[in-house]
């Protein structure tokens, strides 16, 4: 081989080289984890955000079973202030309605080993201005069956778990007992009453802080 045609050699060499380191540079500086240029999001589109779940509604009340009811600041289970009295028969039909001679302005709902339950009307308005929940008899008989506040408060309950359940509630003196009040801060209260035994016996949601000594007085 002559010298012009050596060095023409070495030279294609070197350039066939400097193409190949070129070529592996290149690939080893294409990032990984790139996405094909289908698989990208357009520039400016816009991402759906995730819809919260809504809350679930509350449960009817099960008519057949009083004991499930919910204690409330404007209500017991189907029961509700402002009610037309005429409407709460077709919800109560588990329980036996009277109206005792006595208390013509009284009706009382009632059924065996469960609380009371009496509608007091003294104006005779026919709208529901309190709902009263009462043992009327033995508070260990009806306890396992009364309705309970969202705290599990209700009939025989003691006063130490009405105060733990809430702390803040006012206690009030009554005409022949204290009575212990728990507003919503809208003009609503759960008012509890207790027995000589320091269980409660009584439960009265209205408008007011306040238990009627006497219904049928």
């Known amino acids: 081989m002559n010298s012009k045609a050596s060095v023409l050699h070495r030279h294609g060499s070197i350039a066939a080289l400097a193409v190949g380191v070129l070529l592996v540079a290149g690939c080893a500086g294409e990032p990984a984890s790139e996405q094909p240029a289908s698989e990208k999001p357009a520039a400016g589109a816009a991402t759906t955000a995730p819809t919260a779940t809504p809350e679930p509604a509350p449960a009817e009340p099960n008519l ?3 004991s499930s009811w919910l204690i ?3 209500a017991i289970g189907p029961l509700t ?3 037309q009295l005429a409407d709460q028969s077709t919800s109560t039909t ?3 309605t ?3 001679d006595g208390c013509p302005w009284v009706t009382a709902l009632d059924k065996a080993d469960f609380p009371s339950i009496w509608l007091p009307d003294p104006s005779d308005s026919g709208v529901v201005e309190q709902i009263v929940l009462q043992a009327w008899g033995s508070v260990p008989t009806v306890a396992a069956n009364s309705p309970q506040t ?4 209700g009939i025989g309950a003691t006063l130490d778990q009405v105060t733990v359940a809430y702390p803040d509630i006012e206690q009030n003196e009554g005409k022949y007992a204290p009575f212990y009040s728990l507003p919503d801060g809208s003009g609503h209260w759960i008012n509890f009453g207790l027995s000589a035994d320091g269980l409660v016996d009584t439960i009265v949601v209205r408008d007011s802080a306040q238990i009627d000594s006497e219904y049928c007085g």
């Open 64 to 66: 057949d079973d009083p």
């Open 150 to 153: 969202s705290a599990g408060i």
């Open 72 to 74: 409330g600041y404007t």
């Open 81 to 83: 202030l402002q009610g």
């Open 98 to 100: 009277t109206v005792q």
């Open 94 to 96: 588990a329980f036996t």
